[in-house]
Structure formats: C-alpha cells, structure tokens
C-alpha cells in the first residue's frame, strides 16, 4: 500500500498575529511557520498502518509552503519513506490568508498524485490557518475518489481500510472505504511520535527531499478572503489582591453584585 501524506506549514500562534495593509490575510514576512497540527496527527495514523503492514508512507508538501523542508525532513526522521515537494505554485492561481488557496492547493496535489498514484491519501482535516475542512473533500473531487472525513483511526483490510469517523457528543461509527481513497485524519490514534533533532539533522544530511514540477488544471472556486477582522474587545479581566480570605471576600462581593448568591 502506498500511502501520500499531503502537509502545509501554518503560522506558529505563539506569535503575534498581524494582518496585512488590505486586511484580506495575515502578515506572513516575519512570522515563524510549524507543522499544521492536523497533519502532524494524519502522518502519524500512516506511520501506525505502515507499522501494521509494512505500507509504504509517503510526505509530500508544497514547494512554497514557508518552512516546509523542516517539516517534510522532520516526517522522514519520524519513519516516513520518501519526501517530496511539488513545484508550480505560482501557476497555481491566487493567495489568501493561509497562503496557497485551498483549490489552489488541491489542484496542485492533485496534478501529483494523477502523475504518481496512492492508494491511501491523509490529510489532516483543517489547518489553523483556513479552518474550513475542504482540502480533503476538494482533493476527492478531483481525484474522484471515495472521501471521509473527521476521522480518529484507519485500518487497512486487503483492498479496503476501515475508518471510525467521529461526531458531536463524543459519538462515532466505522465505514469500510474501497481504496484507493481519501481521508482527512481529525486525530491519530496515538500521540504523534517525537523526532529526535538529532534524527532530523541525519535526515537533513541524507538529502532525502525531492522535487516534482506539475502543472495544474485550473482550480475550481474555492472560498475568497474579503476582508479579515481583529476580535473585538468585549471586556477586561479583573485582578484580585490579598491574602486568601481577602480574596475569598472580593470574590464573595463580586457574586452578591451580580445576584449569583444571597445572604
């Protein structure tokens, strides 16, 4: 089984967050970028089935993605067996405030994966910076191929995978999905393992990443970024001083004033 594992950097947010002078993305120039959490979760569920039966897992990212030759050595040091980084983002068609446009995005992948088939896709199932879950769907689309999402395990059965699919109230259920397909992974069923930095250097070293030009149909309407807003202010929070039972007693007046508690 050959399993690609698409994966974008995101803005580390630990850090300020400014946006640009037209307010239709974030100020990208100075921010540090990370591996999208999501995508952290569905390597490592393709790791756990390349454990299980011996599959072939395969990193691939964009070549414009800031940062991501970090995260694709960092998926070798973890146990993936080949990294790749797809060039032809430029042709790719306009950016919004996580970059690459979602369409754009899959268009790309796409055109990568009609040239080098997998039998199993995982992605993560949003990224910080978009948060509209469509990746997988659109790349499904494309591809048309089966699609699941919000996804918490994967097990591979011969020509088919079994995947538990989460919902609202801690419910799920398993569907049985004929390959090839595409999940989008909302957790692993572990933690994602750690990759030592001394493992990454080694893998920086090896040169294990290559580099595929493609040349993507144009993509389909995807959503637009008009305008971003800051969250608005809606109040300030209010520092209690003193001992402990001065404290208690402050927090005793505050509930009477507001009628939570009588006496």
Known sequence: MRIVVPMRAVPDLVEEIELTADETGIDREYLTFVLSEWDAQALE??????????????AVGLADDPEIDQ???????????AAVKVAGAGAAGSCGPGGIRTA??????AAYLAAHPADLVMTG????????????????ALLDLPHVSVVVSVEAAGDTVTVRQEFAAGRSHELQVQLPAVIGVQSARQAPRYAPITRIRQAQQ???LSEVTVSPAAARSGLVVRR???????????????????????????????????G
């Open 206 to 208: 090896a040169g294990g």
């Open 125 to 140: 199932v949003q990224a910080a910076d978009d948060l509209d879950g469509q990746l997988a769907p659109t790349l499904a």
């Open 71 to 81: 995260a694709l050595y960092t998926a070798l040091a973890k146990g993936a067996d």
């Open 228 to 262: 971003m807003h800051r969250p608005e202010e809606s109040g300030h929070a209010e520092m209690l001083t003193g001992g402990a039972g001065e404290v208690a007693d402050q927090i005793v007046g505050l509930l009477r004033a507001r009628g939570l508690v009588k």
């Open 45 to 58: 569920e393709a790791l756990l089935l390349k454990d299980a039966s011996g599959a072939e897992v395969v």
């Open 104 to 109: 754009d995005r899959a268009a790309l992948m």
